[in-house]
């Protein structure tokens, strides 16, 4: 098994669209009604959507590849803070808004590659931290990132369609 990283371009927003649709159904698509579900997918998970993501500047996606295959993504924002964070809020974070991995990918070092990658980028940037926010029933996740140090900083909401779900946000100090 061959793994490479490397940066999304805007040919990649297709693969990037199917694969983000994908991977959100397998992990969390039982928690919704279909209607909420295909509300978020059509606004968030689209090949579009990839494309305006890949335009913006503050905004990089990383992919990881097995054997020349999409198996992982990461995407991150530089600057934008996290609204639902109580004070004192960073002034230089980096957002990971999205982190996806295969379901047959988990546990074979794609998710510590692009954490890595992620935390990286965030340093070289002079963030003053790291955010993310992860569903709160989702403890696989939640280990997995405090194993990289990161920490519940706040309870927060995330919206698919017009269901709310109970999130944490997740902060590696820098």
């Known amino acids: 098994m061959t793994i490479a990283l490397r940066p999304a371009t805007t040919a990649d927003a297709p693969a990037l669209a199917e694969f983000g649709r994908d991977s959100f159904t397998a992990a969390f698509g039982h928690l919704y009604r279909p209607e909420d579900l295909?509300?978020?997918?059509?606004?968030?998970?689209?090949?579009?959507?990839?494309?305006?993501?890949?335009?913006?500047?503050?905004?990089?996606?990383?992919?990881?590849?097995?054997?020349?295959?999409?198996?992982?993504?990461c995407l991150i924002v530089r600057g934008q803070p996290f609204e639902q964070?109580?004070?004192?809020?960073?002034?230089?974070?980096?957002?990971?808004?999205?982190?996806?991995?295969?379901?047959?990918?988990?546990?074979?070092?794609?998710?510590?590659?692009?954490?890595?990658?992620?935390?990286?980028?965030?340093?070289?940037?002079?963030?003053?931290?790291?955010q993310l926010s992860v569903f709160s029933e989702n403890f696989a996740a939640q280990r997995f990132y405090a194993r990289y140090g990161f920490a519940k900083v706040a309870d927060i909401d995330f919206w698919v369609g017009n269901h709310r779900d109970a999130e944490f946000l997740y902060e590696l100090a820098l």
Request: aromatic share 10%; charged share 20%; hydrophobic share 45%.
């Open 38 to 73: 295909a509300a978020f997918l059509a606004e968030y998970r689209t090949p579009e959507k990839f494309r305006q993501n890949l335009a913006d500047p503050p905004t990089l996606i990383q992919l990881a590849e097995v054997d020349g295959t999409l198996a992982a993504y």
């Open 85 to 130: 964070r109580p004070e004192p809020r960073p002034q230089r974070p980096v957002f990971i808004s999205q982190l996806y991995c295969a379901a047959d990918m988990t546990g074979k070092g794609l998710g510590a590659a692009l954490i890595k990658w992620a935390i990286a980028e965030a340093r070289a940037w002079n963030a003053d931290a790291v």
